[in-house]
């Protein structure tokens, strides 16, 4: 009740009333603020989420062709005749077992049941299709971005590891190159050292350059 009997009473009232108001909504905005923080600390969590299962999407899903399994062998458990395609089938390898640890961190019950079921077939010696994981991963995928779901009717064939590119022509090149400017290093190298100045080079254009 408002007291209008004194300038006083009236003035304690307004006061009291402005108060009361002013400590309401800084509540509010308190909890407004809370509310917020924790929707985007969520979303943050989420985003990081779907980036790592995507990640892991493409690793195991990224190849419709060719041997769609993962090649469990070890270098040392590789005859001489098998040594040629090793390295690329050990890439592949390491590349899904690291795409079945995030898995196994951050996916969803299913997607964890399938990735350890993958990775003891790993560890056993056998070689591991991946398709079924890759289809639990992409309509977990689908439906965390509210994408519509695909079609019963639609066929896709079956996913399997992506295949790393290769890079040995560019390395060979390298080599070659290496070899070529060492030959020099004699007399160029020694030439630079005793006529040419020491370049100095500015930290600011240096990280440019990096």
């Known amino acids: 009740m408002i007291d209008f009997s004194s300038w006083h009473s009236l003035l304690a009232t307004l ?9 309401g909504v800084g509540i509010r905005l308190l909890t407004m603020l809370t509310i917020q923080q924790r929707r985007e600390r969520m979303n943050r969590q989420i985003n990081e989420r779907l980036r790592v299962l995507m990640a892991a999407y493409r690793t195991l899903g990224g190849s419709f062709t060719g041997d769609l399994t993962v090649d ?9 005749d098998r040594l040629s395609g090793s390295d690329r089938n050990r890439r592949i390898r390491d590349a899904v077992e690291a795409a079945l640890s995030d898995i196994i961190l951050l996916g969803t ?3 964890v049941r399938l990735a350890g079921r993958a990775a003891t077939e790993l560890v056993a010696g056998r070689p591991v299709p991946t398709h079924d994981l890759v289809v639990s991963l992409r309509n977990f995928i689908r439906k965390a971005l509210s994408l519509e779901s695909l079609p019963a009717n639609l066929v896709l064939p079956e996913q399997g590891p992506a295949r790393p590119s290769s890079n040995g022509g560019n390395k060979g090149e390298g080599k070659e190159s290496g070899k070529g400017g060492g030959g020099d290093e004699g007399g160029g190298g020694m030439s ?7 370049t100095l080079h500015h930290p600011d254009t240096d990280s440019h350059r990096l």
Do not use: N, S, V
């Open 72 to 80: 469990p062998a070890h270098k040392r458990d590789l005859t001489a």
């Open 15 to 23: 006061i009291g009333l402005a108060l009361f108001t002013l400590i």
């Open 192 to 198: 630079m050292q005793a006529g040419a100045e020491p």
């Open 109 to 111: 019950e299913e997607q």
